[in-house]
């Protein structure tokens, strides 16, 4: 084999390794900049103005609509390792009753905790079915006729109009 072509076969398949080594970066959720984040001012920006210069809050307060929160997480994943938590911030935007930013609290990263989730599930009643009760459990169920008459006090047709005042 020629020598050149061995050389540009060995430095094409080096830098194949290398491209595919670098790590993915996955950006997920709303995470505004600083310099923007900077320009909202509390007692002054109102919550048009938050809307207009941050877009839709990620979630709003659950007890309080009056508490915005944007939340954005960035992860870098390189190769088959497990994705890595490079940036999170989370902004929370406080207004008072009558729409006018009252507090601005930027968390970052630092303060965050991991939550290890539960695996248990909730028992339920009967058993699982086996493939072949699945593959041919309705066999039989069902009687093929179309037209099977209402149950017992129901009624199919409309007794008077809109206006009527019932029965």
Sequence with gaps: ??????????????????????????????????????????????????????????????????????????????????????DQQVLVVKFDDSGVVQNLEKRGLEIAQEVSMNTNETPTAGHSLGFWEQLFGNIGRFSGKKDTPPAQGISTTSR???NSGGY
């Design 160 to 162: 008077g109009g809109a």
């Design 1 to 86: 084999m020629n020598r050149s072509l061995l050389r540009s076969v060995s430095l094409l398949a080096t830098l194949g390794a290398m491209a595919a080594c670098s790590p993915m970066v996955d950006t997920r959720g709303n995470l505004p900049p600083t310099d923007v984040i900077a320009t909202i001012q509390p007692g002054v920006t109102t919550r048009a103005q938050v809307t207009q210069l941050l877009g839709s809050p990620s979630t709003v307060g659950t007890f309080n609509e009056r508490t915005w929160y944007y939340i954005g997480r960035k992860t870098e994943t390189l190769a088959f390792l497990a994705p890595e938590v490079t």
